[in-house]
């Protein structure tokens, strides 16, 4: 594989991932920093991916940690690992944080299934458990739609790592804000 091959191939394996739950890239850690400095990590389910712009999406509840942290500090780094290869992605990006007033989140919750809807429900992410949330769906529907955000990564670099048995091949790429490959170099592992 030449480099252009690569680069391909890895948005090929994000893009199909965002359709198949089955696949490694499905689940990627999101590492974020917050107002400490300390930097944070969690997994998250890669939702939907425009290859052409080099964006990834990703759904959360806007009253998580991880949303005022990203809103404070929009520099993010998202990672996966595939096990056949192995092969890590390592993207770095910034994340535009589309809240549940905004058309992003508005189109994205009507495409999700009501099992999906009802991970919205209930309190704050992280609060201690209280009192079980109303029982009667059409509350429960308008009530998770009032948490829900969607995050949206553009790509500045990815940090492509094949391990291979006394092998190992790197390579980093750079794209413009239009998603366009602006450099791509093999480097030492
Ligand atoms: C496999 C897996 C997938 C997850 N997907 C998401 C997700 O898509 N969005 C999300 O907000 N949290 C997701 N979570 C939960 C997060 O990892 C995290 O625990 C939670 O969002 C709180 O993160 P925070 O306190 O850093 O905001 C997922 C957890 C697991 C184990």
């Known amino acids: 594989m030449n480099l252009a091959?690569?680069?391909?191939?890895?948005w090929a394996e994000l893009?199909?991932?965002a359709a198949n739950p089955q696949s490694a890239f499905r689940y990627l850690n999101l590492c974020s920093v917050d107002a400490g400095g300390r930097p944070q990590a969690r997994m998250v389910v890669l939702r939907r991916v425009d290859v052409g712009r080099r964006i990834l999406?990703?759904?959360?509840?806007?009253r998580s940690p991880k949303w005022q942290e990203i809103s404070a500090n929009p520099l993010v780094t998202l990672?996966?690992?595939?096990?056949?290869?192995?092969?890590?992605?390592?993207?770095?990006?910034s994340a535009e944080l589309h809240g549940p007033a905004s058309e992003s989140a508005a189109k994205a919750w009507s495409l999700l299934p009501g099992s999906t809807r009802s991970?919205?429900?209930g309190g704050p992410p992280g609060d201690e458990i209280g009192a079980p949330p109303a029982s009667e769906a059409a509350v429960a529907d308008a009530e998770g739609r009032a948490f829900f955000g969607v995050l949206i990564f553009r790509a500045e670099t990815l940090d492509?790592?094949?391990?291979?048995?006394?092998?190992n091949r790197r390579a980093v790429f750079a794209y413009d804000k239009l998603g366009a490959?602006?450099?791509s170099r093999w480097v030492n592992p």
């Open 5 to 10: 091959e690569v680069d391909a191939s890895a």
């Open 15 to 17: 893009e199909g991932a």
């Open 57 to 62: 999406e990703i759904h959360t509840d806007v």
């Open 79 to 93: 990672l996966g690992f595939g096990p056949q290869p192995k092969l890590q992605l390592r993207l770095q990006g």
């Open 119 to 121: 991970t919205y429900m």
């Open 160 to 167: 492509w790592f094949q391990l291979r048995h006394a092998d």
């Open 181 to 183: 490959l602006t450099s």
